[in-house]
């Protein structure tokens, strides 16, 4: 049997017993609404141009405090990857941060940026930070020591030694925290977006929700999951390659 059907075995089965229950009306329709008007819902949206309106939103905002969370956790565990002092003096207020839920942030961080845009992408920078970071410490941490008497011998200065050993060693490792920080920080923004925003599939659901807009609600998960799978196997595919490589 081919390997994508044990895949789609599960989602099948799901959507067959759910369609029973609809015909069957083995629950109310307010609480599960049928396949099909989900999916009527959802070409609804898409012909309106709604819910491309709010998947850019979202996604504008996940990937901008993404990619300066990236830039800051690979700045911090490089340095404190060489320097002990520094990340002694770090690491209490780093582990404080991390160990606090950022939703628990929102209502301080909408007093202090406001209710636009920015406790979306913080709340996306403060999730997605950490598992980059951890990730990356520990495989710049990792590296076999010997790569630095092959340095030697080959003659390379810091910077050739960090090019050409130390990040292919460490490649691996840096790349699951980036695929772990992207997963954290979908979620994250969802649940953000839920309390705090005016636009993007997080506020599609909660809106729809006050309204008893079941359909749009189903309407909205499956388009988070679908998204975060393929974003997922995108980055799957990239940790691969340089895995490999490593």
């Known amino acids: 049997m081919p390997l994508f059907l044990y895949y789609c075995a599960l989602p099948i089965l799901v959507l067959v017993i ?33 819910l491309w309106h709010h998947i850019l939103a979202s996604a504008g905002r996940t990937f901008t405090g993404f990619f300066v969370a990236a830039a800051l956790a690979f700045s911090l565990a490089f340095l404190f990857a060489k320097n002990q002092r520094a990340h002694a003096s770090g690491y209490l207020l780093i582990e404080a941060l991390r160990v606090t839920p950022p939703l628990s942030l929102i209502p301080l961080l ?17 999730s997605s930070f950490f598992p980059i970071y951890l990730n990356t410490l520990s495989a710049l941490r990792g590296v076999d020591p010997k790569l630095q008497e092959v340095a030697k ?94």
Request: overall charge neutral.
């Open 18 to 50: 759910w369609s029973l229950a609809a015909v069957n009306a083995w629950v109310p329709t307010l609480l599960l609404p049928t396949p099909w008007s989900v999916v009527a819902s959802a070409g609804d949206l898409i012909a309106s141009g709604a």
């Open 110 to 126: 909408i007093l202090w940026l406001g209710i636009g845009e920015g406790p979306k992408i913080g709340i996306v920078f403060l």
């Open 153 to 246: 011998v080959l003659r390379f200065d810091r910077y050739e030694t960090m090019r050409n050993l130390t990040l292919p060693a460490a490649m691996p490792g840096i790349l699951t925290g980036l695929r772990l920080g992207f997963g954290y920080s979908w979620r994250a923004l969802v649940g953000a977006e839920l309390v705090a925003a005016s636009s993007g599939l997080g506020f599609m659901i909660s809106e729809a929700g006050e309204f008893v807009q079941t359909d749009i609600v189903f309407v909205g998960i499956f388009t988070i999951a679908i998204l975060g799978i393929i974003a997922d196997v995108l980055l799957s595919r990239l940790v691969s390659r340089f895995s490999t490589k490593g």
